[in-house]
């Protein structure tokens, strides 16, 4: 039997690192390697909630669930059931968002016993293969295959927003193309995401607003996302600090010439942020309320008013689907799109403990976890200073500062390589 150490979740607030052994992969199972796991927020969520949380199972005191859902790695052993279509050495990256019917709300990283992003070594369970949830993954770094996860729930976002002509019942599906679109709260990892996608998917906005209050966080979008790059493929982009603003949405409203917005996204859970939402929408306008709150009560208000004469609308997305993720990988796959600002911290399997405890507390924006290795988490911007002593990371230093100070496949090569092993 081969062992594996995993981060598993027994309960409200108690993640533990253990090693334990795996059993026998099943004839429609699937053993593999995982390399990389950046962690999502809704792993913190999970965590802080334990079986309180929709995915997490009742009894997992004493069915623990490997926690961790943006995972890549390598299949090692292939089920004589699966060898038809998967291959051992390839890599893959996964939909957790299996949607199975018989536990519609089960999902790797949640659910799951011996499946989660957050470990050496993993049983993938014939659910996922049944649901076409396990994806090939033929880039170079195993990084992007991690981040394919979160940038296919962007591309949901962008799918499952819906507007109608007047006097129709029909729902047209997804963003208006050449519209005008706003991100509030929209620069951290999933907003910056969501700027790169506007700006190169195949249904463009023809004004992408992108809001914030950190002014340190909105500079850095704009030297990622540029004006002029924006331009080039023909979206009128515009960053906004609101924090001093006196009437923000006045000011919003005014950039779309007083028209509002057709789409707007709120990327963080904030009440203030949904009544602004709620205000800045045009005719027919769609509000995607993207973050998931933690508390089951969070309400904000909303124009009912304008729904009922101006047609306004809500939409939301919890994840992507599969056809979103086959989408991400496609798009990361071809250079089309660079999810790669999203991270700003690297961490080993050890970190993933204190880091999804604190994940709210922690500014930046992903934090990418390479399982194979034992790592404090690192912010990106301290690898120069930490190099004075430790000729890893100024080696990493230089990496990163030749491709704009972003994480990259050269970097990952290199602590793969040269980190300590767990």
């Known amino acids: 039997m081969l062992k594996t150490k995993a981060v598993r979740l027994y309960g409200a607030n108690d993640l533990r690192l253990e090693e334990f052994e ?42 623990p669930v490997i926690v961790g859902h943006e995972f890549c790695g390598d299949i090692i052993k292939v089920g004589k059931n699966c060898d038809k279509k998967y291959k051992v050495g390839n890599k893959f990256a996964i939909q957790p968002a299996i949607s199975d019917p018989a536990n519609v709300h089960a999902a790797p990283g949640y659910s799951f016993k ?9 049983i993938i369970p014939s659910v996922v293969m049944e649901r076409n949830c396990l994806m090939d993954y033929s880039g170079e770094s195993y990084y992007m295959g991690s981040l394919a996860e979160p940038v296919s729930c962007i591309v949901g976002g962008f799918n499952v927003n819906y507007h109608s002509d007047p006097g129709s019942y029909v729902h047209k599906m997804g963003i208006v193309e050449g519209g005008k679109m706003a991100l509030l709260a929209g620069v951290g990892p999933m907003g910056l995401g969501a700027i790169d ?14 809001t914030d209050i950190d002014d340190a966080r909105l500079k850095r979008a704009e030297q990622i996302y540029t004006v002029e790059e924006a331009a080039k ?8 600090n609101t924090s001093g603003i006196e009437d923000v949405s006045g000011k919003l409203r005014e950039l779309t010439g007083g028209t509002g917005f057709d789409d707007v996204y709120v990327y963080a859970p904030v009440k203030a942020l949904l009544q602004q939402a709620s205000d800045i929408l045009g005719y027919d306008g769609c509000l995607n ?15 009912f008013y304008n729904v009922h004469y101006m047609n ?69 911007s301290d690898f120069r200073e930490l190099g004075k002593t430790d000729k890893m990371f100024s080696d990493l230093a230089d990496i990163v500062e030749k491709n704009n100070g972003l994480w990259c496949l050269e970097a990952e090569k290199y602590i793969l390589k040269n980190a300590k092993s767990i």
């Not at 493929?233 to 906004?240: A, D, P, Q, R, S």
Request: glycine share 8%; with cysteine.
């Open 233 to 240: 493929n023909g979206v009128e982009l515009i960053y906004v």
């Open 114 to 122: 011996y499946i989660g992003g957050a470990a050496t070594y993993v």
């Open 312 to 380: 306004t609308h809500v939409a939301a997305n919890s994840g992507g689907n599969n056809n979103d993720l086959l989408e991400a990988i496609d798009k990361i796959s071809k250079g089309i799109i660079n999810p790669s600002p999203m991270v700003t911290h690297i961490g080993g399997l050890d970190a993933v403990i204190d880091t999804t405890k604190n994940l709210p507390k922690i500014p930046g924006g992903k934090k990418l976890i390479y399982t194979q290795i034992s790592m404090p988490l690192t912010a990106i």
């Open 22 to 63: 795996l059993p026998e992969i099943k004839d429609d199972e699937i053993l593999a390697r995982i390399i990389t796991d950046s962690i999502c927020m809704s792993t913190y969520k999970a965590t802080i909630q334990g079986p309180k949380h929709k995915r997490v199972p009742d009894d997992v005191a004493e069915n």
């Open 289 to 303: 309320f993207f973050a998931g709150p933690t508390d089951p009560a969070f309400s904000a208000e909303f124009n």
């Open 197 to 210: 996608y506007a700006i190169h998917c195949e249904r463009r906005p023809s004004l992408l607003v992108v």
